[in-house]
């Protein structure tokens, strides 16, 4: 018997899938009724946690119907989503078999050496690099050892890097070159929509905080 309080009602012709340690419960029809609810079973806790929320698009109040503009304007690419995460193909010290390599060792993903300066994906590029004249030109931001820094990223470890930085389907961004100084230029991904998915990491959904 489960612990859990509430739990789905009895049904047929549902789906039941499992991902990891959950089992995922969809739809059914029992008592000449059609279910539309979904149901987490923790198989651990020998839990039911009946889904109420959902990861869906951020859409902000400008959000207009871009998505016909953005796929007519060359400069817009459609992202795609970030690639599997490599593992090792045998064990170090540092590592063992088959675990998930550092992110470094990641293609498309923060850090990139070849990519030293990607900024994510900006609402507004010029705007990002104002912000990033009026911090390391207009005052003096220095390192641990007192050397001055003239631009860097602070995206997080781990970003996905565009194109491959999709959070749902049908995202578009362009590649913009803004000029920074009166020597350096620098590329910034903008949006080309101002409706987007955005990630469930680190969010807290159905009382439950989300890692993954």
Same mark, same amino acid.
């Given at each position: 018997?489960?612990?859990?309080?509430?739990?789905?009602?009895?049904?047929?012709?549902?789906?039941?899938?499992?991902?990891?340690?959950?089992?995922?419960?969809?739809?059914?029809?029992?008592?000449?009724?059609?279910?539309?609810?979904?149901?987490?079973?923790?198989?651990?806790?020998?839990?039911?946690?009946?889904?109420?929320?959902?990861?869906?698009?951020?859409?902000?109040?400008?959000?207009?119907?871009?998505?016909?503009?953005?796929?007519?304007?060359?400069?817009?690419?459609?992202?795609?989503?970030?690639?599997?995460?490599?593992?090792?193909?045998?064990?170090?010290?540092?590592?063992?078999?088959?675990?998930?390599?550092?992110?470094?060792?990641?293609?498309?993903?923060?850090?990139?050496?070849?990519?030293?300066?990607?900024?994510?994906?900006?609402?507004? =590029?010029? &705007?990002?690099?104002? /912000?990033? +004249?009026?911090?390391?030109?207009?005052?003096? @931001?220095?390192?641990? *050892?007192? #050397?001055?820094?003239?631009?860097?990223?602070?995206?997080?470890?781990?970003?996905?890097? =565009?194109? &491959?930085?999709?959070? /749902?389907? +049908?995202?578009?961004?362009?590649?913009?070159? @803004?000029?920074?100084? *009166?020597? #350096?230029?620098?590329?910034?991904?903008?949006?080309?929509?101002?409706?987007?998915?955005?990630?469930?990491?680190?969010?807290?959904?159905?009382?439950?905080?989300?890692?993954?």
């Amino acid at each position: 018997q489960p612990v859990s309080l509430r739990n789905p009602p009895r049904r047929t012709e549902h789906v039941l899938a499992l991902s990891e340690d959950i089992l995922i419960l969809y739809g059914g029809y029992a008592d000449n009724r059609y279910y539309n609810d979904t149901w987490y079973y923790y198989i651990r806790e020998n839990r039911w946690l009946q889904k109420t929320e959902f990861v869906n698009g951020d859409y902000p109040d400008t959000c207009r119907d871009e998505l016909e503009q953005a796929m007519n304007d060359d400069d817009c690419i459609e992202l795609t989503y970030p690639p599997d995460l490599l593992r090792s193909e045998q064990a170090t010290k540092a590592i063992g078999y088959q675990e998930i390599l550092p992110f470094r060792d990641q293609p498309d993903y923060t850090p990139d050496s070849a990519q030293p300066l990607y900024f994510g994906i900006a609402d507004d =590029a010029d &705007a990002l690099v104002d /912000g990033l +004249r009026d911090k390391y030109l207009s005052s003096e @931001v220095l390192d641990e *050892d007192g #050397t001055r820094i003239w631009i860097e990223s602070t995206v997080p470890d781990g970003t996905p890097i =565009a194109p &491959a930085a999709a959070t /749902g389907p +049908r995202q578009f961004a362009k590649l913009r070159q @803004v000029r920074y100084n *009166d020597t #350096t230029m620098l590329d910034v991904w903008e949006w080309c929509i101002s409706g987007r998915g955005e990630p469930s990491r680190g969010k807290t959904l159905d009382g439950r905080r989300r890692w993954r």
